[in-house]
């Protein structure tokens, strides 16, 4: 059996003579708010890296703020000395880049699996839970969905522009689920199709959104949690790339337009025994009531990790198929938590409450500990819409409020780690008091 370091360097020699053009690779990590970050490495470096060399970056680049910024959590990024972490190349994750200028590679990389890995790192957080429930003989087979808007490349005055439609050359107009629109725009999407396939993932469904310019793509099921939620994030950052080499602005922006739909993150979770079973169609489907009750309880304590940001909010409520309470309904998608229909070996939960730009690895995160929690409470879960519109529990509907109902859960602080929902939630709280200290055109209009 091979060790793990020859099988990275197996990885990285194979690359290098697949890609010879290629002289550096970028190394790179989601940090809590969902943004990349990283180092440009020499490819010649790369295999060291692999055949067992230290790779370290600042342990406080994951506690980075939505603008790039350091906030004074605890005793991390002032009081610490701003110290290395150890890091270590994620397997299998090393591709070629096709939309900069010059060719590139990147691969992902991580403090899980490490010596000492980083508490509050979003990948470190979702092993911790996946490794939890594989020792109870919990296996989560896990699909995302994420919907995205193409705007123009240039922006006006600040503010987005529709996409323009390349057989018309005017603004994108063609209503929801039009196929029409995925012809019009199909150089582009079949780019951002082709570009993500190389990058290993596996894109199934493509769809025509309700909005101008807006699409949805589903991606394959998978029964690695961290492997599904590698993809969502490869994803947003390959197809920003694509269109921006076709004159495009790709955006998982939760909610660009008020007048138009959202972006949201939808999550389908199944889980099966060490024996492949559905644990949740047991016992006449008693399991499925229990996971969506857990789920449903601690909903409105995960708000912070479902909507990451201030804008993130305006995306519920106003507009179809987006939940401004935590309930549930089978084949309803005004559900935060939709069963679809299906056979009993693929029975799911679809969680549809989390915005296109939220962590993947956060989000499915903390719904498995929520269907972790369901399971082992076993309550009945409230009335689904199907027999009553008005059922459902009231969430927050603000950031600081957000915060305040998620950091002191204790059922969240266990199964996230405490270490972690402390950093996390000072980390939002900071950003949001970061974004209102500016002074818009509106507040001069309403009070000057």
């Not at 910024?69 to 002032?78: A, P």
């Not at 409520?317 to 309904?329: D, K, P, S």
Request: aromatic fraction near 8%; charge should be negative.
């Amino acid at each position: 059996m091979q060790s793990k370091s020859s099988t990275l360097l197996a990885e990285v020699r194979t690359f290098r003579q697949n890609h010879p053009e290629v002289r550096y690779v970028d190394l790179i990590a989601l940090d809590i708010p969902g943004h990349f970050y990283g180092k440009r490495y020499p490819v010649e470096m790369l295999e060291k890296v692999a055949a067992g060399s230290p790779l370290k970056l600042p342990q406080n680049a994951v506690l980075l703020g939505a603008q790039g910024g350091l906030f004074k959590i605890g005793d991390y990024c002032f009081n610490d000395g701003d110290p290395d972490a150890n890091r270590r190349l994620v397997p299998g994750t090393l591709k070629p880049v096709s939309w900069e200028a010059q060719p590139l590679g990147q691969m992902l990389i991580t403090s899980d699996g490490t010596d000492a890995p980083i508490e509050f790192e979003p990948r470190e957080v979702l092993a911790k839970v996946l490794e939890r429930l594989s020792r109870k003989g919990i296996h989560p087979v896990v699909a995302f969905e994420l919907e995205f808007y193409l705007f123009d490349k240039k922006l006006d005055g600040g503010l987005p522009q529709f996409a323009r439609d390349p057989l018309s050359d005017d603004h994108d107009d063609q209503p929801n689920l039009h196929i029409e629109r995925l012809s019009r725009f199909g150089t582009v999407l079949d780019d951002i199709e082709q570009t993500a396939k190389a990058q290993g993932i596996d894109i199934t469904v493509i769809t025509a959104e309700l909005g101008p310019g807006q699409f949805e793509i589903n991606f394959g099921h998978l029964d690695d949690g961290l492997r599904a939620a590698d993809w969502a994030a490869l994803f947003c950052r390959s197809t920003r790339g694509v269109a921006l080499k076709h004159g495009y602005r790709a955006s998982f922006m939760a909610k660009p337009y008020l007048q138009h739909p959202g972006s949201g993150m939808h999550v389908h979770v199944s889980l099966y025994d060490p024996a492949g079973n559905n644990l949740l169609a047991a016992h006449q489907q008693q399991p499925l009531r229990h996971a969506v009750a857990g789920c449903l309880e601690l909903l409105p304590h995960c708000m912070p990790i479902f909507s990451p940001n201030h804008n993130a909010f305006r995306r519920l409520g106003g507009t179809v198929n987006a939940a401004t309470r935590a309930c549930w309904g089978f084949e309803d998608r005004d559900a935060c938590v939709r069963i679809p229909e299906s056979d009993p070996r693929n029975l799911r939960i679809e969680h549809r409450l989390a915005s296109a730009d939220a962590n993947p690895y956060l989000v499915l995160a903390a719904i498995l500990v929520g269907l972790e929690h369901g399971l082992d409470a076993g309550r009945e879960p409230i009335t689904p819409l199907n027999e009553d519109r008005n059922s459902g529990a009231d969430f927050p509907l603000e950031m600081l409020e957000a915060v305040r109902a998620m950091q002191h859960q204790p059922i969240l602080r266990e199964g996230l780690g405490a270490e972690f929902v402390d950093v996390y939630c000072e980390n939002k709280r900071q950003d949001h008091l970061a974004f209102q200290q500016e002074i818009q055109a509106r507040e001069y209009r309403w009070y000057l």
